[in-house]
């Protein structure tokens, strides 16, 4: 089963957002704040009635825009903001995946105190505990900090913005545990597992190595004795457990790449119970059996698609100094002030 996406999108602040920006007159982060020509503790939107400071904001679009420049440089194609994508443009969907990242920790945070999840004094002392082990290894508070200044956050920011990732794990922790109001029924996990076309499947993996003539032969024998044995299903999880995939019966959404394309589409072909032929791919050879839904393996999925529907639904208010944001502006800004600030 993958990971869950949402807990690695909330957790990535630990070792990201811990920098120390430099105040202005104004009492703002100058590159965030200088970039976008607005204070950053001001409110910029209020989600779901949660009033979100713009320094929270202009975090993540800093954040997306220095991600996509970072892909287009890999790919050796020029940056145009102006580049049509799905529903505007390449800065339209800066500005929206922005909007996306700051909802759900707005969320996060509106979640905890409905389901009375809050920060400890255990908690706080562990966020105090992770920016040393942080500094320490890249070599000390002082160099920390100057590494990480340019993503427009002090210390007590980085260290709000990872107790939203404590809060997540205790929100999930409240959800997994079986009595709580977030808990999922089995009905509920059901629906989700057919909505989002889930595959439930066993594998026999037969890797290529460096003999695959070889590992087309045994996978041969393999397939041989499954449509010889008297019960299948005994034989195939067998086989499978002696073979060279040590994953074991897995869950995955369609399309999560968990699997390979190739396998992906005959596992979808199979009927419950049923075991394909032998399917080969760039790792080897396999054979699958398609198995009964098991909608507890995607509790963690679901646990993310609750989260993730509830931030998008969530009614946004916005004000006018959001409205006027340019990402493609602000990008600019942004680069200009940190060329500048590290040539003064």
Not at 185 to 203: H, I, K, M, Q, W
Request: charged content about 25%.
């Amino acid at each position: 089963m993958k990971k869950r996406v949402t807990a690695l999108a909330l957790l990535l602040c630990l070792t990201l957002t811990a920098c120390g920006g430099r105040e202005d007159s104004r009492g703002q982060t100058s590159f965030l704040g200088q970039a976008a020509d607005i204070r950053e503790d001001e409110t910029l939107l209020t989600v779901d009635g949660r009033e979100v400071p713009a320094w929270r904001y202009l975090y993540w679009l800093a954040y997306t825009c220095d991600r996509i420049r970072e892909r287009y440089q890999e790919s050796g194609l020029a940056l145009d903001w102006k580049t049509p994508v799905t529903g505007g443009t390449l800065a339209d969907y800066a500005r929206d995946q922005a909007l996306a990242d700051t909802a759900l920790y707005a969320t996060v945070e509106n979640w905890a105190e409905q389901y009375g999840c809050a920060l400890t004094e255990e908690d706080r002392e562990a966020l105090a505990a992770a920016w040393e082990e942080q500094a320490a290894a890249h070599g000390g508070e002082t160099a920390y900090l100057a590494e990480l200044a340019e993503l427009g956050l002090d210390r007590q920011r980085a260290e709000e913005l990872a107790g939203v990732g404590t809060l997540y794990g205790k929100l999930y922790t409240l959800y997994r545990a079986g009595d709580s109001a977030l808990t999922p029924d089995t009905a509920a996990l059901a629906a989700f597992a057919a909505e989002t076309g889930s595959l439930t499947v066993d594998r026999i993996l037969v890797a290529a190595g460096e003999d695959r003539e070889a590992a087309r032969q045994k996978a041969a024998e393999i397939f041989s004795r499954l449509n010889g044995a008297a019960d299948q299903g005994a034989e195939f999880a067998a086989q499978a457990a002696a073979g060279d995939d040590p994953a074991g019966p897995r869950t995955f959404l369609a399309g999560d790449g968990t699997l390979d394309s190739v396998l992906e589409e005959a596992a979808k072909a199979l009927a419950e119970g049923q075991c394909s032929g032998i399917l080969e791919s760039e790792e080897g050879f396999s054979i699958l059996r398609r198995l009964a839904p098991d909608p507890d393996a995607l509790a963690d999925d679901y646990f993310d698609h609750l989260l993730r529907t509830a931030a998008e639904n969530a009614p946004v208010e916005m004000e006018e100094a959001y409205e006027k944001l340019d990402a493609a502006a602000f990008d600019q800004a942004l680069r200009a002030a940190r060329a500048a600030a590290a040539d003064p």
